[in-house]
């Protein structure tokens, strides 16, 4: 196949990548996107096999190692559950990262297989290119690979920090780019290496310090570190397709990673350079939890929702991990016999990754449209009866709104405490992650429901 | 004076942030998980560069060092290929509207 037909076939595989991400704008369109996409990947592959038309035994392996491939993905596909999406993204990340450190490598080795001249002669855009690929690629797969253990909870969640952290990270980040300087001028394999070695090194460095729930912007932070991988070695390989592909995710991951930070009124660098939980707030916080609260039991909140006209479920990170949203439809479905109406408000950094907890609500049958954002709902609190608060804890703090001494003071919250009543599932009073004190615990229409999110919930279903 | 190829893809790049910036805007809030997914399953469209590596020709065998990372690179993309695309099928087809 020659060379502009292939370039042709990559272009069309590039906007069939373009109309996936299309598609995702609403949930109707969104399954045929995903045909696109796959239909993209097909002609990329199929196109690249032509276009080498080596049909040797190199073929036979290419094919099993594909399936090989193949199948471990399918396989994880169907087994992972809805509550592991966040460390499953992240994983997967993490080998995207590590297939544009090997493709960099191979072309690196040889270079004639692609067309960029000759070993110890690589061209020097290329060479630029490539070993540029390979440290954002290293970089992704570190970095991601700390991001999963965190999630998967292999790794304490906690920030790691030492002191003068951010000028070795600096260091390291100067230092690939004059590894990369003086491999243009010298060619020598061994600087290679060491630019993907310190970028790996790095990756693990820059995902440390930060915490578990700024986890958001970090799997979305890899996102786009990926797609710019990708995009290197897209200019490496002369390839549309990739660079096409590579734009797109790049620039996706940086859009999402700045919902999120916008979420949580942070700027980008504030997350990046450590987290929230660094900060020691226990103090401050014992001698507050001396003050009285209202502590209620199933039967309370069932009485309290069943003679509700309006309810308005609050999830949160609590949800993922008690498993409970499928408890949390049980009650939605009898409360809607008794005639009451029940939507769902979903904070931007509420769960682990952007759009965690419409995923999970959506496993557990949730049809979509009773599912709120913030801004859509956010009003609908004042002429509410019940906000039912579960696993969700610093974005319900009033405190954002009212004390500007508050590390969370201008973060967007749900207005959950402008509702009648609001019963606050939680096993106990300790604070979120920020640290701080939820005074939204301490107030008159506030009823806790001290218990494990998804045994609460079962309660309430069965004296429903 | 001939305009280096570079430039052209180059321009493509850019243009395709801009495409890409207005597209995730796009993107409604409620599918952000599964964008996260797909965009992870499209951009290892990077097989392509394995699949070159992995059927270059060498003098001696097919498992040349260059060819090995080839056929590792392979491996993984796929694993992502099909997991991305199908767990994003899977929670795709959870998203139900209200029956009436």
């Given at each position: 196949?020659s ?8 272009l069309?595989?590039?906007?069939l990548?373009?109309?996936?991400l ?5 949930p109707?369109?969104?399954r045929?996107g ?8 097909v002609?990329?592959i199929?196109?690249?096999f032509l276009?080498?038309g080596?049909f040797?035994?190199g073929?036979?392996?290419?094919l099993?190692?594909?399936i ?19 460390e499953?993204?992240?994983g997967?990340?993490?080998?995207v ?5 090997f ?13 960029l001249?000759f ?5 020097l ?5 490539m070993s ?7 970089i ?6 700390i991001?999963f253990?965190k999630l998967?909870?292999?790794?304490s ?5 030492f ?9 390291l980040?100067?230092t ?5 300087y003086?491999?243009?001028r ?10 993907i070695?310190?970028?790996?090194i790095?990756?693990v ?8 729930a ?17 995009a290197?070695?897209?200019f490496t390989?002369e ?19 700045y ?8 700027s ?8 929230w ?6 103090s401050?916080?014992k ?15 069932a009485?309290?929702?069943?003679n509700a006209?309006?309810v308005?479920i609050v999830p949160g990170y609590?949800m993922a991990?008690a498993q409970?949203?499928?408890a949390l439809?049980?009650?939605v479905?009898s409360?809607?016999?008794?005639g009451?109406k ?12 952007p ?10 049958n949730?049809?979509?449209d009773?599912v709120f ?10 002429n509410c009866d019940?906000?039912?608060v579960?696993?969700?804890?610093d974005?319900?703090n009033?405190?954002a709104k ?12 749900l207005d959950?405490?402008k509702?009648?009543s609001?019963l606050?599932v ?7 992650y920020a ?5 939204l ?5 506030t009823?806790m429901?001290?218990?494990d999110a ?7 279903v069965?004296?429903? | 004076m ?10 493509i790049?850019?243009l395709?942030?801009f495409?890409g ?9 409620s599918?952000?998980?599964p964008?996260?997914?797909?965009t992870n399953a ?9 699949i070159?590596?992995?059927l270059?020709d060498?003098s001696?065998?097919i498992?040349?060092t ?7 690179a ?11 695309f199908?767990?994003?099928q ?5 998203y139900k509207?209200k029956k009436?």
């Open positions: 196949m060379a502009n037909l292939s370039a042709l076939f990559y069309v595989s590039g906007i990548f373009i109309l996936a299309r598609g995702l704008s609403s109707e369109t969104s045929q995903n045909y696109f996409g796959i239909a993209g990947m002609i990329s199929i196109v690249t276009s080498v080596n040797g035994p073929l036979i392996y290419v099993i190692f594909l090989i491939g193949g199948s471990i993905g399918a396989f994880i596909a169907f087994r992972i559950p809805m509550t592991a999406m966040p499953l993204v992240a997967f990340h993490s080998l990262g590590l297939a544009a450190v493709v960099a490598i191979s072309a690196f080795l040889k270079p004639e297989a692609f067309g001249g070993v110890d002669q690589i061209k855009a290329s060479l630029i290119e540029l690929g390979a440290a954002i690629g290293a992704t797969f570190s970095g991601s690979i991001a253990l998967k909870g292999i790794m969640g906690a920030p790691i920090t002191k003068g952290q951010h000028l070795i990270n600096l260091f980040g100067l690939i780019i004059f590894l990369i003086f491999l243009c010298s060619q020598s394999s061994n600087l290679f290496w060491s630019i070695l310190i970028s790996f790095l990756g460095l820059l995902i440390i310090p930060i915490g578990g700024d986890m958001p912007v970090v799997i979305s932070m890899l996102n786009s570190y990926s797609g710019w991988a990708a290197g070695i897209g390989l390839n549309t397709a990739l660079i096409i592909t590579g734009a797109l995710v790049g620039s996706s991951g940086a859009i999402l990673s919902i999120m930070c916008k979420g949580m009124n942070r980008f660098f504030n997350v990046i350079l450590g987290g939980g660094a900060t020691d707030q226990t401050s916080s001698s507050k939890e001396q003050k009285p609260v209202k502590n209620g039991n199933a039967d309370d909140a009485f309290l929702m069943k006209s309006s308005i609590g991990v409970a949203q499928h439809r049980e009650m479905d409360l809607k016999k008794n009451v029940v939507s769902y408000a979903i904070h931007p950094v509420a769960g682990r990754m759009g965690h907890m419409n995923v999970l609500l959506a496993e557990a949730v049809p979509y009773e954002e913030l801004e859509e709902i956010n009003n609908d609190f004042a019940v906000a039912y579960i696993g969700a804890n974005v319900t009033p405190v009212s004390d500007p001494q508050s590390p969370i003071y201008g973060m967007p919250v959950v405490e509702s009648k609001v606050f939680k096993r106990s009073l300790s604070p979120g640290g701080i004190d939820n005074d615990f301490y107030r008159d229409n009823l429901l001290f218990a998804k045994k609460m919930t079962e309660e309430i069965k004296s429903l | 001939e305009i280096d190829p570079f430039i052209f893809r180059l321009s790049f850019i395709s942030i495409v910036y207005y597209v995730v805007w796009s993107v409604t809030p599918l952000h998980t964008l996260m997914s797909v499209i951009s290892s469209v990077i097989i392509v560069g394995a070159i590596a992995a270059s060498s001696e065998s498992f040349d260059s060819n090995i990372y080839g056929f590792l392979i491996v993984l993309a796929a694993v992502n290929i099909f997991g991305g199908l767990v994003t899977r929670m795709l087809q959870m509207k009436k």
